[in-house]
């Protein structure tokens, strides 16, 4: 499974590159600048979290490197097309779970013959062994989030986006993914830019967390994560380095306040 | 699955499982007997007590007069012998065949008409707002030009079909299109589904529902126009059809067949929506677990 999902990262030198990104948009009161000069780079296999209050960007950022929208100045380089992973599961209801999987390998030009087996895969991965003939709807709020994963990871794309894919689970549910999330990363090699607003989820999943202040979005600062894999939400050098990035965090948002 | 290199907590499946097990909703049926007494039992009373007022009405004495209201005896009676002189089934072949051909040809035109006007703006300008107020345009308005036009034959029976069940067949794709959400399609995209092949693999099955309700209508406005377009042409030549079996009633001064006629118009019309048009809608919805059961 992890050879096959894995691809050949060290050809490149990164899975994302973003270099002096702006972006603007047009509003009645004028140009609007959401995101400034950001520059960025996700290295193979690298697991980075953007994190950020409301009104940072986090999501045009996103749309920006998965190839939705483009960018008013600046540059954005991928390697190969992003998977997208959103806040809402996004699966078509009209289709049973294990189709939903093999629309994504279909799109992406693979056989018909191989499709379910690799679909069923996919499925086991995610521990989701028998969910093939399920509909959307029929499954809980973490599965669902689950299946999204197992479609996102079926386009075999070396670069995943996640915007706050967990943000609208339970606590034990959002735990249970974060340690799922954690043993595919490091059993596919895959890169992962993923976007929160949960310091602690942030610092919990990253071996690097960039923190965006906000309006308009900008790198403030960026902190290395070295605390070894696997880790727990309540683990101690966890809360500390959160508190930590939480204090830059609302300075950040108290500038806001000043003026 | 390479289990030897799993970094998380062991007991994290479990609780993965645990957790899958209890937020899954258990499946249930509803037992025969409750179906029964919920969906049966209350329109064979509604029938019952028709039939009970409608023979009271005569029994008393209160509508005394036969060519104004036959009796329930009668109109049984018109039904007999139609069926026995094994005619019955003739009249509604000829009109549901008409219908059901009618209502193909419009769904052919119908359909990409719709996608038109959902898709490309300047078409949605130009003929949108005319194609939803069509819908409010009673077709029997359609028989006199389709006569004039076509003359009275079964092309102008199509005619008249055709104008009726178009625009609503266009306009119910129209909004299953409108109401595809966003997500969607940026989903769809994300996966490399753009252009055809977005509109292919997402957008028109999401717009299923509201292309469903749309043929649902389509099929109700079908049958109306074509029993209008029947009792106008009404040549022997043509084919009897329940149109023309209700004309025929009229001249012929008969008010058991006129009862039985408009029943029969009734009852295919229910028949087909109840048969094709409401298992299509519900398994639509129930697929997308839209249908909450009541």
Known sequence: MATTLAKAAESVEYAARLEQVSKSFATPGGQQLVLDDITLDVAPGEFVTLLGASGCGKSTLLNLVAGLDRPTAGSITTDGRPALMFQEHALFPWLTAGKNIELALKLRGVAKSERRGRAEELLELVRLKGAYGKRVHELSGGMRQRVALARALAQESNLLLMDEPFAALDAITRDVLHDELTRIWSETGLSVLFVTHNVREAVRLAQRVVLLSSRPGRVAREWDVDIPQPRRIEDAPVAELSLEITEVLRGEIRRHGQH | MASTETKTSPESGSVEAGLDALETAQPGRTPFRKTFVDKVVPPIT?????????????????????????????????????????????????????????????????????????????????????????????????????????????????????????????????????????????????????????????????????????????????????????????????????????????????????????????????????????????????????????
């Open chain 2, 46 to 294: 509604a029938i019952v007590v028709v039939l009970v007022v409608w023979q009271g009405l005569i029994t008393l004495k209160i509508v005394a007069d036969p060519t104004k209201l036959p009796t329930p005896g009668a109109v049984w009676h018109a039904f007999r012998n139609d069926w026995l002189q094994g005619k019955l089934l003739g009249y509604i072949w000829t009109s549901v065949s008409r219908g059901l051909l009618g209502f193909c040809l419009a769904l052919l035109i119908g359909t990409p008409l719709g996608l038109l006007v959902a898709r490309v703006r300047f078409v949605r300008a130009a003929i949108g707002p005319i194609l939803s107020g069509l819908q409010s345009l009673p077709s029997v308005a359609w028989v006199p030009p389709a006569v004039i036009w076509l003359g009275l034959n079964n092309s102008m029976m199509y005619a008249v079909i055709l104008l009726g069940a178009v625009p609503s067949i266009a306009n119910g794709l129209v909004s299953g299109v409108d109401q595809v959400p966003p997500l969607f399609l940026r989903a769809g995209r994300t996966m490399g589904a753009r252009g055809l092949k977005g509109t292919w693999h997402v957008t028109l099955p999401a717009a299923l529902p509201g292309y469903v309700a749309g043929m649902k209508q389509g099929w109700a406005f079908s049958w109306r126009s074509l029993m209008a377009a029947e009792i106008i042409a009404n040549f022997p030549d043509l084919g009897t059809g329940l149109g023309q079996l209700l004309e025929n009633a009229r001249t012929a001064s008969d008010m058991a067949m006129v009862f039985e006629a408009i029943l029969l118009i009734l009852f295919v019309g229910i028949a087909i929506d109840l048969l094709i048009f409401s298992p299509l809608e519900r398994w639509v919805l129930r697929s997308r677990g839209l249908l909450v059961k009541g």
